[in-house]
Nanobody
Framework: QVEFVESGGGLVQPGGSLSVSCVVS????????MAWYRQVPRKERELVAA???????KYADSVQDRFTISRDNAKNTVYLQMNTLKPEDTAVYYC??????????WGQGTQVTVSS
């Protein structure tokens, strides 16, 4: 059974940077596309960034050129480096399998708060 453990969230000032990580277990990680999603209260979870098993990436327009998704297959870990953070990036961030839509049960997520 797949399991996601997200970490690295916290409080950061506008314009700052933060990196979140997700350790994945229960699957052959290197064969799966992975993605980061985020959710704010009363809104649907939205796709932020995805990375194919072959390394191709895609990003939501709102984070293009500010966020970078990467993966380390040796550590079964997917990362999201977030730069030039804005208050509207405040959300709970989750990882999941899949390049277009999520395909596994959700983990607990990690809270990112951008505020001065």
């Amino acid at each position: 059974q797949v399991e996601f453990v997200e970490s690295g969230g916290g409080l950061v000032q506008p314009g700052g940077s933060l990196s979140v990580s997700c350790v994945v277990s229960g699957i052959r990680f290197e064969t799966y596309s992975m993605a980061w999603y985020r959710q704010v209260p009363r809104k649907e979870r939205e796709l932020v960034a995805a990375i194919h098993s072959g390394g191709v990436t895609k990003y939501a327009d709102s984070v293009q050129d500010r966020f970078t998704i990467s993966r380390d297959n040796a550590k079964n870990t997917v990362y999201l480096q977030m730069n030039t953070l804005k208050p509207e990036d405040t959300a709970v961030y989750y990882c999941n399998t899949g390049f277009i839509r999520p395909s596994s049960p959700w983990g607990q997520g990690t809270q990112v708060t951008v505020s001065s």
